[in-house]
């Protein structure tokens, strides 16, 4: 039973292009939601996050969207970059919770 | 500053024994956690310890056990290697209150043969 699902394995997008990333929840108990990149043999790095009181964060190049009817956020990278290659999980918990929820990841791959 | 810091990177383990993952983290978190990552399964919480002196199961913990040491560290032990045992392992501290982020290690990989 997987709280939290990132349905696309992988994603291939044109350098310059915008990147979404997908993710689904079904736990309504979830109020906060996060997004860690993650290179080859290194750990998982904080991205971006947005709570459940809001619709969208901004962070540069990074947008987090969240549609709480939908229980769905996503991730928009743009313009992507080479750099923005990795693999990207989304996590889900709730304020003050002591456990996090991910996703399976989508493995992004920037193409030049 | 080095964060969440975890021992060995890399350990080959014979079906049957035993070893210990380390983790310390320097950031004067009360939460740490183990996760474990494979192939199309994301992330998985194996166990944490919300403060010092406690520790709570995830959601893959058979085969596992831990212990919070004080509160820079938090060990992973494994008595007993199984080949499904064969994966990635971070180890993870959380900051707390309001806009939890978890930092992670650089992960542990084993392989049990």
């Known amino acids: 039973d997987q709280q939290v699902k990132q349905n696309s394995p992988s994603l291939s997008v044109q350098e310059g292009r915008i990147s979404i990333l997908n993710c689904d929840y079904t736990?309504?108990?979830?109020?906060?939601f996060l997004w860690y990149k993650k290179y080859p043999a290194e750990g998982p790095t904080f991205l971006i996050s947005i709570s459940s009181i809001k619709d969208k964060n901004e962070d540069g190049r990074f947008t987090v969207f969240l549609n709480k009817s939908a229980k769905h956020l996503s991730l928009h990278i743009v313009p992507s970059q080479p750099g923005d290659s990795a693999v990207y999980f989304c996590?889900?918990?709730?304020?003050?919770?002591?456990?996090?929820?991910f996703g399976q990841g989508t493995r992004l791959t920037i193409n030049p | 500053n080095a964060g969440v810091t975890q021992t060995p990177k890399f350990q080959v383990l014979k079906t049957g024994q035993s070893m210990t993952l380390q983790c310390a983290q320097d950031?004067?978190?009360?939460?740490m956690y183990w996760y474990r990552q494979d192939p199309g399964m994301g992330l998985r919480l194996i166990y944490y310890?919300?403060?010092?002196?406690?520790?709570d199961k995830g959601e893959v913990p058979n085969g596992y056990n831990v212990s919070r040491l004080n509160k820079r560290e938090f060990s992973l032990r494994l008595e007993s290697a199984a080949p499904s045992q064969t994966s990635v392992y971070f180890c993870?501290?959380?900051?707390?209150?309001?806009?939890?982020?978890?930092?992670f290690g650089e992960g542990s990989w084993l392989t049990v043969v």
């Open positions: 310890s919300a403060s010092e002196g406690t520790t």
């Open positions: 950031m004067n978190h009360n939460s």
């Open positions: 993870a501290s959380l900051t707390g209150g309001k806009g939890n982020t978890i930092y």
């Open positions: 996590a889900a918990g709730g304020q003050g919770a002591q456990k996090l929820v």
């Open positions: 736990n309504s108990m979830f109020d906060y």
